[in-house]
């Protein structure tokens, strides 16, 4: 208040001893000029350097740095049970260099499945399936055709390039959450992004969709798992995010290792890898990547980018220190595996599952969510619906959704958010029906101790 | 054009710490004295007035977020902000927020 | 530029009374509003703050903490005119803090005093060198300019503590306003400070240290703060000059990105006080353990107070006891602050000059 509230912190206290921040000055290496020789881990190869001005450069060999990042996946998928044999993995694949690090770590895990298989004498446990999706937005983005072409070309090529074992590849036009009737969803998809005034919002609609195009691919397909390889910086930026869009309540239930409030669980096995590892992964071992044009992005959202980037250059350990604040947030009981028919998995990981507490019991209450985003409601924000009788569906939509989705997706006016409605995927509608209807039963629950019964007389 | 430029919150710091300036602001070349803008003026005010640290005051074309422009007590927002047509005797205040109080 | 609001000049009236000229257009609601109606729904909507979240008891003695700047201007001219119209019932009193910076303080003791006369507000002053012994000119000689914000902080925020003790007051008031706090949610994420986090929307504070304080401005815009002063006060007479010991060099990221966010998004500033208030925290990390200091008797979780840290570091000639890990008096205590609640926080992420939530 007195003077520049937040403008004291560099001079003042050593800004290397931030909650978080294990990185001194001296490891910060400008160039070469290392006296060290050795790789810091195994001490006997010499280190990588990769030259990008990034944090720890020239400290590891390339042996123990790919190790090292690899070991940070496999845990997360072993401590999070992310993949059973049992399971049929759906991996999101947009083509660039995390999801591209995530579809080779996956695929060498079936490799290694397979080759114990294949090694050992008892046949009854199959080797986990893999499939590859990749979300085409041309519809949303109709100047990127020609690129978007050569994108899907190339990711066919690369994930043939990955078998044995065979992987299918599913391109998933983003329009197909509206039906199969290409041209009408095409047309349904402009319509709906169109009367979305806000340019933030529209981005972030958008992302909603594809990720239900996901869902419905992976389901249509026999998937029981989603991966997806959103790293570390994709989930600070997320962080600040949603942070700044009012959306709080929800935002411990998007950053999890895994995400089961979707019919397929999503799972993010490179979660705990940043950036520069993964750009620098794929350097090393040669992993083409391909970088759309429609991944970047506008309003809030890239304000939010901006400004991660610049406190990285500030400080490279930031991006762990948001998430690692954000993963004190307490997170939701769907952000575990789900309980399901265990005949096909093996008793030890039953029980490592169970013992672990890994899984959640679905009987457990249910939280209403956002029919757009899919965000958990705060109490607070859902109370409306129950004033909602048998209101017109676009006042019944407005009363589902979160308080951020209404500002920033729905229209203002009436009869455009009538209009509005009327293109929702019917995905999203009947989510809305189906929160009314459970809503009303949570209602009746709470008041029943005070109906009276036809026969009771009133005193 | 003869104009009152007023500068607080700390802005006045980057004037000589002049709060009030009373100025003749020459109009740009063959510009039209009721085509004067506020985009005209700043980028006067930057040359001109500004004798330090010209990006606590100005971020590209226009001012830096957190800076309160006011023309004639109003809040440039409401004239269009930058496109806010400037005419002979108008007062206009800049106000910076980035400061404790 | 978000295509939401509606073109200006749409209607060149006042939104409110549709009389008058707009002279504003507020970025809580993107409203175009004229001078009148704008102290109005100022005023009448802190008044709802005030009820609405029962600050104040009738008969309450209120501290307001007066610094000089726009914030504490406001905030003591608007209390006391709440105060007289809806007959509050409080004992309001001016609480200003000397820290003993030539040329910084005695300008805004100045205007504070200008403030004491205007609305007819008893003043008291309190100023390090009674509390403590030494200014921060003294300190500054003795440490240089690196960790002296440090110092700053922590002796405000007692200072303030205890000038409240003297006057006897129930509660202290802050003019902390929206971005500041928007400001401080972020920066808590930021340096990975959760427990802070957690506590830093609630509107009042410390209900059970010494004396609970309160933010009225919580929900007020400082765009809103600082026109108000303008179009009031008709002039700047507010003390806005840069504490001349911060150093230019960080100049506040998070501020930047929350004016640039305004920008395009007015409501972002609402929006993230929200997200403070919402996120999921698990209560445990909410609750101090209180004890009181061996010294000089004031709260803490520690032996010796932080203030009694630092001040023997001063007498000592050990001008880092206290700064990063503990030494000295509670060194025994290996690790900084990863008990859950501590009240002796990571002392790195205390800022200068804000008081602290």
């Known amino acids: 208040m007195a003077c520049n509230s937040s403008g004291c912190e560099s ?89 591209r690090v995530a579809l080779q770590f996956v695929h060498e895990l079936q490799i290694k499945a397979l080759k114990n298989y294949e090694a050992s004498r008892d046949r009854s446990l199959p080797v986990f399936g893999v499939g590859v999706a990749f979300v085409d937005e041309t519809a949303a983005f109709p100047a990127l055709s020609t690129e978007m072409v050569d994108a899907i070309e190339w990711i066919r090529s690369t994930v043939s390039s990955l078998s044995p074992p065979a992987k299918d590849v599913y391109v998933v036009p983003v329009e197909s959450v509206f039906g199969s009737d290409s041209l009408e969803a095409r047309d349904r998809l402009v319509k709906l992004l169109d009367s979305v005034p806000d ?53 411990s239930a998007d950053i999890q290792h895994v995400d089961a409030r979707w019919k397929v669980p999503i799972v993010l096995p490179l979660r705990d890898c940043v950036r ?174 005070c109906l009276l019964l036809d026969d009771e007389e009133v005193v | 054009m003869q104009l009152t430029l007023e500068f607080g919150g700390g802005l006045e710091l ?85 400061h404790g109080g | 530029m978000e295509a939401k609001s ?11 009374c549709n009389l008058r000229r707009p002279v504003l257009k507020r970025p809580k609601t993107l409203q175009q509003i004229c001078r009148e109606c704008f102290y109005e729904v100022f005023e009448e909507e802190i008044h709802q703050v005030i009820v609405q979240n029962r600050l104040f008891k009738s008969g309450e003695r209120v501290a307001i903490g007066a610094s000089g700047g726009k914030d504490s201007t406001v905030l003591a001219y608007v209390l006391s005119e709440l105060n007289r119209r809806h007959n509050y019932g409080l004992d309001l009193f001016l609480l ?58 922590v002796f405000r925020r007692q200072a303030l503590d205890r000038g409240a003790a003297l006057l006897k007051v129930d509660k202290l008031v802050t003019g902390h306003n929206a971005d500041d706090i928007a400001e ?48 009031y006060f008709k002039k700047l007479d507010y003390f806005s000059t840069e504490c001349i010991y911060s150093p230019n060099a960080y100049r506040g990221f998070a501020r930047e990105f929350i004016k640039d966010l305004e920008r395009i998004r007015p409501r972002a500033i609402l929006d993230i006080i929200k997200s403070g208030e919402d996120f999921r925290i698990a209560t445990t990390t909410k609750m101090p353990e209180q004890g009181t200091c061996e010294r000089c008797g004031y709260i803490s979780s520690q032996k010796w107070c932080k203030a009694c840290v630092l001040l023997e570091g001063l007498n000592r000639g050990l001008p880092k006891m206290g700064i990063g890990r503990p030494r000295g008096v509670n060194g025994d205590h290996k690790m900084e602050t990863k008990k859950p609640g501590s009240v002796a926080k990571s002392i790195e992420s205390k800022q200068c000059g804000s008081l602290d939530f």
């Open chain 2, 14 to 98: 980057l004037c000589d710490s002049e709060k009030i300036h009373k100025v003749n602001v020459d109009l740009p070349n063959g510009a039209e004295s009721d085509d004067f803008t506020m985009k005209h003026l700043l980028s006067w005010v930057r040359t001109n007035l500004i004798k330090e640290r010209p990006e606590m005051f100005m971020k590209g074309d226009t001012v830096r977020p957190g800076v309160l422009v006011l023309v004639n007590d109003c809040d440039w927002e409401l004239s269009g902000q930058l496109d806010t047509r400037i005419e002979e005797k108008d007062v206009i205040v800049f106000i910076s927020t980035l």
């Open chain 3, 96 to 153: 200003s803090i000397d820290e003993g910076i030539t040329g910084y303080r005695d300008d805004s003791l100045e205007t504070v005093k200008r403030n004491e006369v205007q609305y007819g507000l008893p003043l008291q002053i309190v100023s390090y060198k009674d509390l403590y012994g030494w200014t921060m000119d003294d300190i500054v000689k003795m440490i240089g300019l690196k960790n002296n914000c440090t110092f700053c902080g």
């Open chain 3, 184 to 231: 401080t949610v972020l920066l808590n994420i930021l340096r990975g400070d959760i427990a802070r986090l957690s506590r830093c929307t609630s509107i009042t504070t410390g209900e059970d240290g010494p004396i609970p304080r309160c933010k009225p401005f919580k929900y007020t815009y400082e765009k809103e703060i600082i026109f108000y002063t303008y179009a």
């Open chain 3, 6 to 16: 509606k073109k200006a000049g749409a209607s060149r009236l006042c939104c409110l």
């Open chain 1, 276 to 449: 520069l590892e993964i750009t620098r992964l794929c350097h090393l071992d040669g992993l083409k990547t391909v970088e759309l044009a429609c991944r970047s992005q506008c309003g809030i959202n890239d304000l939010v980018s901006s400004f991660v980037a610049l406190l990285q250059e500030e400080n490279p350990s930031r991006e762990c220190t948001i998430v690692r604040t954000a993963a004190k947030l307490t997170p939701f009981y769907f952000n575990k595996i789900p309980e399901t028919d265990d005949s096909n998995v093996p008793m030890a990981t039953q029980r490592r599952l169970k013992r672990f507490n890994l899984k959640y019991d679905g009987s457990m209450t249910t939280e209403a969510f956002c029919p757009i985003c899919n965000g958990p409601l705060n109490r607070s924000d859902s109370s409306d619906l129950d004033t909602f009788e048998e209101g017109q569906e676009a006042d019944v939509l407005y009363a589902a959704c979160c308080s951020s989705c209404r500002f920033q997706i729905l229209p203002e006016d009436g009869s455009s958010l009538e209009q509005f409605s009327s293109f929702l995927p019917d995905h999203m509608i009947s989510q809305v029906k189906h929160q009314k209807v459970d809503s009303q039963a949570h209602l009746r629950e709470k008041i029943k101790d």
């Open chain 1, 199 to 251: 340019d933030t919002g529209k981005e972030d609609l958008l992302l909603h969709l594809k990720m239900l195009s996901l869902q419905k691919v992976a389901s249509e397909n026999g998937y029981n798992r989603l991966v997806v390889g959103s790293c570390t910086s994709r989930i600070a930026s997320h962080v600040l995010s949603a942070t700044v869009k009012g959306r709080g309540y929800s935002l």
């Open chain 1, 11 to 99: 001079g003042c206290y050593d800004r290397e001893k931030d909650n978080g921040s294990k990185i001194s000055v001296e490891d910060v290496v400008a160039g070469g000029g290392n006296q060290e020789s050795v790789c810091v881990k195994c001490k006997c190869n010499e280190p990588m350097t990769f030259g990008d001005g990034g944090s720890e450069d020239g400290k590891f060999c390339a042996e123990c740095f790919r190790n090292n990042v690899f070991g940070k996946f496999r845990l997360a998928v072993t401590s999070h049970a992310m993949i059973t044999p049992s399971d049929n993995v759906l991996v999101a694949f947009s083509g660039g260099s995390s999801s």
